[in-house]
C-alpha cells in the first residue's frame, strides 16, 4: 500500500465516523425535543425521574454537535492539492 492510498484509507474512515457521529449527535437531539425529562433514559444528562419539562437545550446542543461533525465531515472529503510548495515560493 502506498503513502497515498493509507491517507486516502484514513480519510475515508475520519468521514464515516464523523458522519456516523453527526447521526448519532441528530438521534440524542430529537430524543430530548421529543421526550420529557421523566422520560430520558437514565443515562442521558438531565434525566430528572417524575419531571414534566423538556430539555430544549440538550436538543439543540446535540443538533449543534451534529452539525459540526457533518462539517467535519464536508471538509475531511474536500479536494487535497497533489502539488506541493516549495519554500522559495513567494506570493
Known sequence: MTA??????????????LIILGVVF??????YEVRTAGHLP???PGH???STTHHIKHGLAA???ALVAW???????????????????AF
Request: glycine content about 12%; proline content about 2%.
Open 26 to 31: 441528530a438521534v440524542v437531539g430529537v430524543i
Open 71 to 89: 462539517i467535519g465531515a464536508w471538509f475531511s472529503i474536500g479536494r487535497r492539492s497533489t502539488t506541493r510548495a516549495h519554500p522559495d515560493d
Open 48 to 50: 430528572q425521574a417524575g
Open 63 to 65: 443538533f449543534a454537535l
Open 42 to 44: 437514565s443515562f442521558f
Open 4 to 17: 497515498s492510498t493509507a491517507a486516502g484509507s484514513r480519510r475515508l474512515v475520519l468521514t464515516t465516523g
